[in-house]
Each structure stands twice: as C-alpha cells, then as structure tokens.
C-alpha cells in the first residue's frame, strides 16, 4: 500500500536504457524487446503456455488451490519480498503466469508475450516514514528498470465489456538484511483474486461480460505498473465498465472493511451490496494520503474501488507482515464478497 503518491509520471516514451533482464529463472523464456523508450528494453519473458499445458485447458491441481495456497508461496524465502525490478518479483510472476495459463485464462498482455505488460520503473531508494518502510525518487541518472504487470481473461458472451479484477503482487524487498514478506500486503488481495476466479471457473458458466484478472508490479513505487497499462493498455479503456481492487484484506475484526474510492460509483455498489449479504461492513472511507491502483483508474474516469481491511496499517511495510497476520476467516470473507460483486457485475 502506497503512503503517498511519490511520483506518478508518464513511463512510456522515457527514456529507457537497454537493460537485459533474466526475467524467469527456471524456464526457457522468448527474449524480446519492448519499446518503452529510445532504446528499447530487453527482457526474457516466458512462453505463451506452458509446453506441458494447452490453451484453453484447466489444471485441477491449480483449479483447487486456495487463497493460502498462493498466499504460502508469494511470501516463501525465496520470494525475497517481491520487489519490483528483482529477482523475487520475478519469481512470483513466474508463479502467476503459471497459475494463470493452467486455469485457461486466455493471454491478455502484450502481442507476443502472452500474459505480460512490460514497462519500466524509475529509480527510487527505500525510506522510513513513521516506522513505515517506502519508496521516494532516486537519482535520475540511475538506469530504469523493467517489469511486468500480468493479465488473463475469462471470455464472456460480450468480449467488448470488460470487468476487471485486479491486485497489486509486489511488495517492498529486503532492507537492512530483513525481509518484509507482505502477507497481507498484498498476497493476500492476489490470493482472494485468484481463489474468485477458480470459483467462477469450477461453476463453468460463460459470464455476459468478460472478467480480466490483473497483477500490477511496482505499486509501492506510486501505483507505476496501473499506471503504465492505463497509459499504454493491452485493450481500449473503454471496454472496462468497473475495477475491483483488493489489497490488503486479511487482518483485523473479522467483517471489518474499507472502501477506498472517488465517488458512489458502480464498483463501489456491488461490493456494498456484497459486505451486506456477507454480514460484514464495507464503508466508503477517506484515504487520508494513501491509495491503491484504483486510482490509476479513477483519473481514466473508470468506475474503481478498493477493498481493503479498515486495520490495514497494523504491522503495514514491517518485517512484521507475515502469514501470523493474517485470519484466514478475513481472507475468505473478502473472497466471497469479491465473488458476490464479480458476479452481480459480469453475469
């Protein structure tokens, strides 16, 4: 969850040094170059499907997964706390992409790259701010680096009308030689995302409207990867009708939510109307200086919101943010009332 809004800027069309970057540790990847800049970037990006899994066909072991499932995984060691621009984003992209190609999600990134957004992130030093860890601008002669947000869609009966559902996978990295796994913020909005659309798919019901998942890179460095994809999207901005948000939703009173959101938009509707029939309270609340992606879709004039726990700050950019955080009653509350709001969106 980003304090402030340290920069948000125009990615696209700055100037981006060329920068290899083994993006996928484990597998053979297609090495491209995007051009996000004079010279363009070059990244290893893994296949469109994996060789072991056709388009279009679901993996029950993926299919059957459970939000602490990914929640265990994005946070593991090896993970290195998602920073974005490292080799533990990386791996959790790597991860992503997998579980998005094996529940037949069809590519929604980039031409040629599948289920990836590449774009660049400005330099930035990590800082202390009230006991919270963040990012502010670094120097601008340091040299760019690339990253990935990620996109898969669940094709509807009207493809030109899209629900998006969205969460932010990055987190802060590792600073002073401790890690900040960032359990609640935010494998637990990416695990909630992912359990939503295993039960769309496990119901086998074709949606009215298309329902595209996304994880966006480089949140914490001021929302840069929504950013990035509203500026240069994969699809026209048009066809979203809303934006469903989830970050960090998975600590506090069980049933106590917060809505993050410009206005009473239609996002905002369905997941009231969603907390309702849960029994939980969602409550439209002043971000009193934070936000989340949702706003990179707000300034599009997108109907957006964003769920998150009304005690999202307790232990927030700490070491301290692990799975011991996390209720995992909280977590499946904020699953089932995502699903309740896809579903009155889409269906």
């Known amino acids: 969850?980003?304090?402030?809004?340290?920069?948000?800027?125009?990615?696209?069309?700055?100037?981006?040094?060329?920068?290899?970057?083994?993006?996928?540790?484990?597998?053979?990847?297609?090495?491209?170059?995007?051009?996000?800049?004079?010279?363009?970037?070059?990244?290893?990006?893994?296949?469109?499907?994996?060789?072991?899994?056709?388009?279009?066909?679901?993996?029950?072991?993926?299919?059957?997964r459970t939000a602490m499932d990914?929640?265990?995984?994005?946070?593991?060691?090896?993970?290195?706390?998602?920073?974005?621009?490292?080799?533990?984003?990386?791996?959790a992209a790597e991860y992503l992409t997998t579980q998005l190609s094996r529940l037949g999600l069809k590519p929604m990134g980039e031409p040629k790259i599948g289920f990836s957004h590449a774009f660049t992130i400005p330099p930035v030093v990590k800082t202390r701010v009230k006991g919270r860890l963040t990012f502010k601008p670094g120097e601008s002669r340091t040299l760019k680096t690339p990253s990935v947000n990620l996109l898969g869609g669940l094709i509807g009966e009207n493809p030109q009308e899209i629900i998006l559902l969205s969460a932010h996978f990055d987190h802060l990295g590792i600073f002073e030689g401790q890690v900040y796994p960032g359990a609640n913020d935010n494998a637990s909005g990416v695990g909630c995302v992912l359990d939503v659309i295993r039960r769309v798919l496990r119901e086998g019901k074709v949606p009215k409207r298309t329902i595209v998942i996304a994880f966006w890179s480089a949140e914490e460095m001021g929302f840069v990867g929504s950013q990035a994809f509203v500026q240069a999207p994969t699809f026209p901005l048009q066809q979203i009708q809303a934006v469903l948000n989830v970050d960090t939703v998975g600590n506090g009173?069980?049933?106590?939510?917060?809505?993050?959101?410009?206005s009473e938009n239609i996002a905002v509707k369905a997941i009231r109307q969603a907390a309702a029939e849960c029994g939980a309270s969602a409550l439209l609340t002043p971000s009193a200086?934070?936000?989340?992606?949702?706003?990179?879709?707000?300034?599009?004039?997108?109907?957006?919101v964003t769920l998150l726990a009304k005690e999202w700050l307790v232990k927030n950019h700490t070491p301290e943010d692990t799975t011991a955080l996390l209720k995992l009653e909280q977590v499946q509350l904020a699953t089932e009332m995502i699903y309740r709001a896809v579903h009155s969106l889409a269906f």
Do not use: C, Y
């Open 1 to 64: 969850m980003q304090t402030r809004r340290v920069f948000i800027k125009t990615l696209l069309g700055l100037g981006a040094v060329g920068l290899p970057w083994s993006l996928w540790p484990t597998r053979v990847g297609e090495t491209i170059k995007i051009g996000l800049g004079r010279p363009p970037v070059e990244l290893v990006l893994p296949p469109l499907i994996e060789e072991s899994q056709e388009p279009n066909l679901i993996n029950q072991e993926s299919l059957n």
């Open 70 to 91: 990914d929640i265990l995984i994005l946070t593991a060691d090896e993970m290195q706390g998602r920073k974005a621009g490292s080799i533990g984003e990386a791996k």
């Open 253 to 262: 009173m069980l049933g106590n939510f917060a809505l993050w959101a410009d």
């Open 289 to 304: 200086g934070h936000n989340s992606d949702s706003v990179s879709f707000a300034s599009a004039n997108i109907p957006a």
